[in-house]
């Protein structure tokens, strides 16, 4: 419906009136009709327009609502999202870590207990550079996972 079909009927109730004022003719009992018509018409008009305010006041409310629950929606799979990424993160980290360690430990098998067997008759000396190599494990786990972290964030527009 176009716009000047909704007031069609109130523009030619205006323009009725505005001829009607325009009449020399009109004695008091007309216009006292005319402005009983007029007075309706208006009532009519007023009660229009509150229910009309009324409806729309109920639909902005409702779209409210959905607004606020499609944000904690979009907070929440954000959150999700972030989750992921992390355990995506850690789970690449841990499976890089577990390739370092298999080859810390052909190293240590293959180069470093050698060395400290024949330069050393320390048998705990070679089991302490094991366990050292052990130790670095972990943190090497935390450098890479926060390493991955960063370049998924950074891939996805995010700083942090």
């Known amino acids: 419906m176009k716009k ?24 008091v009992p007309e216009l006292r009709t005319k402005l009983l018509e007029t007075v309706n018409h208006y009532e009519e008009l007023i009660n229009q327009a509150q229910l009309i305010t009324k409806v729309s006041d109920r639909l902005q409310h409702k779209l409210n ?8 929606k979009n907070i929440e799979l954000q959150e999700t999202i972030d989750e992921l990424t992390k355990a ?14 298999i080859a810390l430990f052909f190293f240590s098998e293959a180069l470093l207990e050698p060395y400290i067997e024949t330069h050393t008759s320390n048998f705990y000396l070679g089991f302490a550079a094991k366990f050292g190599l052990m130790l670095l494990l972990k943190p090497i786990d935390f450098v890479i996972e926060k390493w991955l972290l960063q370049d998924a964030l950074k891939k996805a527009g995010k700083t942090g």
């Open 4 to 27: 000047s079909e909704i007031f069609e009927k109130e523009g030619n109730y205006v323009e009725e009136l505005r001829e009607y004022c325009d009449m020399q003719s009109a004695n």
């Open 65 to 72: 609502n959905l607004n606020d629950k499609l944000n904690v």
């Open 88 to 101: 995506r993160a850690s789970r690449k980290a841990t499976t890089i870590v577990l390739v370092v360690a």
